[in-house]
């Protein structure tokens, strides 16, 4: 097979939907990999007709389940997929403690672990010149990670601690992963949205009609959301740029005090540790993490 796809996660919400409909308007070959199929159709159905690129392909996609990630990954490689680039674009960030079907805590196993594995057993399909992009957020700069991160008391949960732990550590893993795939020619870049107009700015509570009065105007649409994104997956200009940063057409590597912050080294080590215990008891078996 000679198409290069695009992969893109979460692509039936609000950015992910401006990154296919982007992609797929250039005439690129899209893979819309998503939770709730019934919910996602519509959007394709809808891509298609304004695009005009048929080649826009739904796939089942649970990052809180590690079967499905497999199968995923699987089917891919069954069909030959080549990947052109994978768009780390899903995330969470619930109002409640909940657990993963792996059992980690929901936001840090949805944002952080499954994307970590997702991207780890794409890897294979992956050539010199496919490029990672993997969505951070504003909420990264409070984030702090401690022995707890992967286990924290389900009591002491806050959901903008958790969100912001991923979004740091997904920061953390995108430049270790920069480094490590330098030599293969595979380009890892992080992109920050900054604040979209998305349902997971809504906080279920008295705050939202003042946030939505006060904040409204400075907030970003999903199509200034996705350029960062879009940029760094499909710019010629950004070929061969990674370990950095996407704002718009903006780029800045990642800080060093922060790629060498003391848990950093320790959260890529323990990040493979977990994956490959859980892998284990998968009927599959465990790609080097």
């Known amino acids: 097979m000679n198409k290069e796809y695009y992969i893109i996660t979460g692509a039936n919400g609000s950015i992910g939907q401006a990154l296919t409909e982007a992609i797929a308007a250039q005439g690129q070959p899209v893979i819309m990999a998503c939770r709730n199929l019934a919910k996602s159709q519509p ?32 089917h891919l490689s069954q069909e030959s997929i080549s990947i052109q680039a994978l768009l780390n674009n899903a995330g969470v960030m619930n109002q409640h403690y909940s657990q993963t079907a792996d059992g980690f805590e929901s936001t840090i196993g949805v944002n952080y672990i499954g994307t970590v594995l997702l991207t780890r057993m794409l890897l294979p399909l992956m050539h010199p010149g496919s490029r990672i992009v993997t969505t951070t957020s504003l909420t990264r ?24 732990k991923s979004k740091l550590a997904l920061t953390l893993y995108t430049a270790r992963l920069a480094q490590e795939l330098r030599p293969r020619g595979i380009w890892v870049n992080a992109a920050d949205p900054g604040v979209v107009d998305t349902d ?13 009065r006060f904040f409204r105007p400075f907030i970003s649409t999903p199509q200034e959301g996705a350029s960062g994104a879009l940029y760094a997956a499909t710019a010629p200009e950004a070929y061969g740029v990674t370990g950095e940063i996407f704002k718009k057409r903006k780029h800045t590597p990642i800080p060093p005090r922060v790629v060498h912050l003391p848990k ?19 009927p599959t078996s465990a790609p080097k993490i």
């Not at 990670?145 to 924290?152: E, K, P, R, V, W």
């Not at 997971?200 to 009609?209: A, E, Q, R």
């Open 264 to 282: 950093a080294l320790w959260l890529y080590e323990e990040t493979g540790k977990r994956i490959t215990e859980v892998l284990a008891k998968q």
């Open 200 to 212: 997971m700015i809504t906080m279920h509570s008295w705050v939202d009609p003042l946030a939505n």
């Open 43 to 74: 959007v394709q159905q809808r891509i298609i007709e304004k695009t005009g690129n048929t080649d826009i392909t739904l796939l089942p996609l649970d990052l809180a389940s590690f079967a499905s990630i497999i199968s995923f990954a699987e």
């Open 141 to 164: 700069y409070i984030g702090k990670i401690d022995d707890t991160f992967f286990g924290a008391p389900p009591h002491k949960y806050k959901r903008f601690e958790a969100y912001s």
